[in-house]
C-alpha cells in the first residue's frame, strides 16, 4: 500500500513527530547517545535554523536545561516502534538498526516532498554531529 | 481562545464565587483553626489562611475527586482535591521550615516566604475542573493557544487557570481587603501565583520548584496520598527526602537540590510514581470510565439539544462551573442517550477491551507503525480519523451502537522530564569549589529504565459496550481498521488480552 493512500489525506500529512522518525533514514551511525537532557539541549539548539520542521517542540523559558514535554513523548514513541532501541545494557546509547533506517525511509520520509526530504537530511547530519560531539 | 478572552472570562467566574461571601464573617475569625490530615497528620492554619479557604474557589475542591472515577475501579478511592490541598500546605510549610533552619539559608529564605509558600500550596489546585485531570484532558484543546505563550509553554492547563484565578483583579481585589488588610498581613500575591507554575524569578527559582518542580510539595503528597487511598503499597521516605533538601546558588540563580545521600529516595520517589502509573492511572478499568465519561461531554458539547444548566463545555471555564456531582446528578435530565450512559456509569456497566495495541499484540514487522499511532495522543485529529474508520468498520459489521460509544484510547507516554532536573549535590574533589551538581540521571539512567520497563506496560485500547457479541465485532473492525492506517497488523494476544469470556 502507498504511503499516501495508507496515510489517508492531510491528517496523516508531516508533523514535528513525522521528522524525527524520518531524520533516522539519514543517520550515519549505529548508535547515539540516549541523554534527554543531550538531545533536548540539541534539538532546543537546531531549532532556531530549522523552525520549519522542529516548531512544534515547545521549550519553556526560565529553566536551567531547555526540555520539551512534546520532545519527550516523541521520542517515546520512537521506542516503542523500535525505530530507536533502548535495550543495550546501560541503557545509554540508542541503537538504530539498519532495518529500522529502512522502515525510517519507507514509512515517514515519504510522507515529505524531496525539498524538505534534503533539509531533513541536513538536519539529521547536523542533530548527529552536535550529539556526538 | 486567546489569553485576553480567558482571562476575562476567569475574572468574571471569580467575581460570581466570591460573591457569596460574606467578607466581614472571614475577617471576625480571629483564632487559627487546627484541620487534621489523615496522611500528614494535624496542622494549623492561620486566620487569614482560613479566610481563603473558607471562599468557594477552595471550598469547591472538597466536591471534586482527586482521581476523577477511580473509586469505581479503587473502591476505597475517595480522596478529593481539598484534602491533597490540605496536605501539599503542610508539606511547604515543612520544606520551607527544613530550609530555613539550616545556618547558610537564613539570609535567603525569611518567615515571609513560608507564608507565601502556604498560601501558594493552598491556591495551587484551584483552577481544577470537575473530575480533575479527565475534564482537564478535554478542555486541553480549547487552549492550545494559550499553551503555546510565555509563560504557560508546557503547563498544565489547571496550573494556568489557578494561575490565571490568583492574578485575576477580582481575586486580588479580595486578597488585598480580606486577608492583607483585614489581618494586616502582606503578601507578594504575584509570586505566590508564580510559585504555582513553577516561575519565580531565577535568584527564588526555589520557590517556585517547591510548589511545582523535580520534588515538589504536589508530589510529595499526590504520591504518597493516591498510594494510600488505593491500597497499593509503595515507599517514600519523606523525612531523608526533607532533611537533604539544599539550595544550589549560582550564576545568578537559586535552586533546589538534593544532597547525594537523599538520591536514593528521590529514586524511590520516581519508582513510586513509575507503579502509579502503571497499576492505578493506567488502569485499562479506569481508561474505560473516563472515555465512558467524556463520551458524555463530548455529547453535550457536540448536540446543539443538549446543555447543563446552559453550558455546553466550550471554554475552559466552563469546566469551572461544576463539582462532580453536579455533573453525574444533573446531566441526566437532558437525554436519554445520556441518562443511559450516566445508569450504566453508577450501575457499573461499564466499557470493555475491544482491542488492545501493544508491542506483544503487533506483528513484528509492523511494529515502526506504531510510532503513527502513538501520535494520535498529540494529534486530535488522527485520533478522530482512526476512531470514524473503526466505526465505519464496525457499521459495515452490523454494529449499531453510537458513534460516541467507540473510543480509541492511547495511554500517554510517562514524563520523567523530573529526573533530568533534579540535580543531586555531592562533595567536589576540587577545592576551593564546595560542590558538584549532576542531573540525577546521569548518576544512574533510570529513566531509560523505566522508560524501557513503560515500553513493555504501554497500551492503546479499543473500548466499546460490554456485550460479548458487539465487543468481538468491534474486535475485528478494529483490527481492519487499524490495518489500513496506521498499517497494524495484529496477531492472537490481541484477543487474549482482551479476555472475551466465550474464547
Known amino acids: 500500500m502507498s504511503p499516501q493512500a495508507r496515510a489517508g489525506g492531510d491528517v496523516w500529512g508531516p508533523r514535528a513527530d513525522d521528522v524525527l522518525a524520518a531524520m533516522i533514514a539519514y543517520f550515519s551511525k549505529g548508535n547515539i547517545p540516549a541523554s534527554p537532557l543531550k538531545i533536548h539541549k540539541v534539538i532546543y539548539n537546531l531549532r532556531t535554523r530549522y523552525k520549519d520542521l522542529l516548531g512544534e517542540f515547545l521549550f519553556p523559558s526560565n529553566t536551567r536545561d531547555p526540555f520539551s514535554k512534546r520532545l519527550e513523548r516523541a521520542l517515546f514513541g520512537l521506542e516503542i516502534a523500535g525505530l530507536l532501541g533502548t535495550l543495550n545494557p546501560t541503557f545509554e546509547i540508542y541503537q538504530i538498526t539498519e532495518e529500522a533506517k529502512r522502515q525510517s525511509r519507507a514509512i515517514f520520509l515519504t510522507k515529505f516532498d524531496s525539498k524538505t526530504q534534503k533539509k531533513i537530511k541536513a538536519l539529521a547530519r547536523d542533530f548527529e554531529t552536535a550529539l556526538c560531539a | ?503
Open chain 2, 1 to 503: 481562545m486567546d489569553v485576553r478572552t480567558l482571562k476575562n472570562q476567569i475574572d468574571d467566574w471569580v467575581k460570581k464565587q466570591l460573591s457569596y461571601v460574606d467578607k466581614s464573617a472571614l475577617i471576625a475569625r480571629k483564632k487559627p483553626k487546627i484541620i487534621h490530615d489523615s496522611v500528614h497528620g494535624t496542622h494549623l492554619f492561620w486566620p487569614w489562611e482560613m479566610a481563603v479557604i473558607d471562599t468557594p474557589i477552595i471550598q469547591r475542591l472538597r466536591f471534586i475527586s482527586q482521581v476523577d472515577l477511580l473509586s469505581l475501579v479503587f473502591p476505597s478511592a475517595n480522596h478529593t482535591r481539598f484534602d491533597h490541598t490540605i496536605g501539599v500546605t503542610a508539606m511547604a510549610e515543612r520544606v520551607g521550615r527544613s530550609l530555613m533552619g539550616r545556618k547558610e539559608y537564613k539570609r535567603i529564605l525569611n518567615e515571609q516566604h513560608i507564608r507565601e509558600l502556604r498560601m501558594a500550596a493552598i491556591l495551587h489546585d484551584c483552577g481544577h475542573g470537575f473530575m480533575s485531570h479527565l475534564s482537564e484532558h478535554i478542555y486541553k484543546p480549547l487552549m492550545k493557544e494559550v499553551l503555546e505563550k510565555e509563560p504557560f509553554v508546557d503547563k498544565r492547563p489547571h496550573e494556568v487557570l489557578s494561575f490565571l484565578i490568583v492574578t485575576s483583579p477580582a481575586f486580588k481585589k479580595f486578597f488585598n481587603e480580606v486577608v492583607e488588610k483585614g489581618f494586616e498581613t502582606t503578601y507578594e500575591l504575584n509570586r505566590v501565583a508564580r510559585m504555582i507554575i513553577g516561575k519565580t524569578q531565577p535568584k527564588e527559582a526555589f520557590l517556585g520548584q517547591i510548589i511545582n518542580g523535580p520534588f515538589d510539595c504536589d508530589k510529595l503528597d499526590y504520591l504518597v496520598r493516591d498510594a494510600k487511598f488505593t491500597g497499593l503499597r509503595i515507599g517514600v521516605d519523606l523525612d531523608r527526602i526533607l532533611h537533604t533538601m539544599h539550595l544550589r546558588i549560582e550564576a545568578g540563580r537559586t535552586e533546589l537540590v538534593i544532597d547525594i545521600s537523599g538520591a536514593p529516595s528521590l529514586e524511590q520517589l520516581y519508582f513510586g510514581k513509575m507503579m502509579l502509573n502503571s497499576v492505578v492511572y493506567h488502569h485499562h478499568k479506569l481508561r474505560a470510565v473516563e472515555r465512558m465519561f467524556e463520551s458524555i461531554i463530548r455529547l453535550i458539547q457536540d448536540d446543539e439539544k443538549i446543555d447543563l444548566d446552559g453550558i455546553k463545555f466550550k471554554t475552559p471555564v466552563d469546566f469551572l462551573r461544576f463539582m462532580d456531582h453536579d455533573v453525574l446528578a444533573r446531566v441526566p435530565c437532558r437525554s436519554d442517550l445520556i441518562k443511559d450512559k450516566i445508569t450504566q456509569l453508577i450501575n457499573r456497566r461499564l466499557y470493555k477491551r475491544a482491542l488492545v495495541i501493544c508491542t506483544n499484540s503487533v506483528t513484528p514487522e509492523t511494529r515502526w507503525y506504531l510510532q503513527d499511532l502513538r501520535t494520535a495522543v498529540d494529534y486530535e485529529d488522527r485520533k478522530e480519523d482512526l476512531q470514524n474508520l473503526i466505526y465505519e468498520k464496525a457499521r459495515a459489521r452490523g454494529v449499531t451502537c453510537p458513534k460516541t460509544d467507540i473510543w480509541l484510547d492511547i495511554l500517554p507516554a510517562p514524563s520523567f522530564r523530573d529526573a533530568s532536573w533534579a540535580y543531586i549535590r555531592e562533595p567536589s574533589p576540587d577545592p576551593p569549589k564546595k560542590y558538584n551538581y549532576t542531573p540525577l540521571r546521569e548518576f544512574f539512567p533510570f529513566d531509560k529504565w523505566v522508560s524501557a520497563f513503560n515500553e513493555h506496560k504501554w497500551r492503546g485500547y479499543v473500548f466499546c459496550p460490554p456485550d460479548e457479541h458487539i465487543r468481538k465485532k468491534i474486535h475485528e473492525a478494529a483490527k481492519e481498521a487499524l490495518g489500513i492506517r496506521p498499517g497494524l497488523k495484529f496477531n492472537d494476544q490481541s484477543f487474549i488480552m482482551c479476555k472475551f469470556s466465550e474464547t
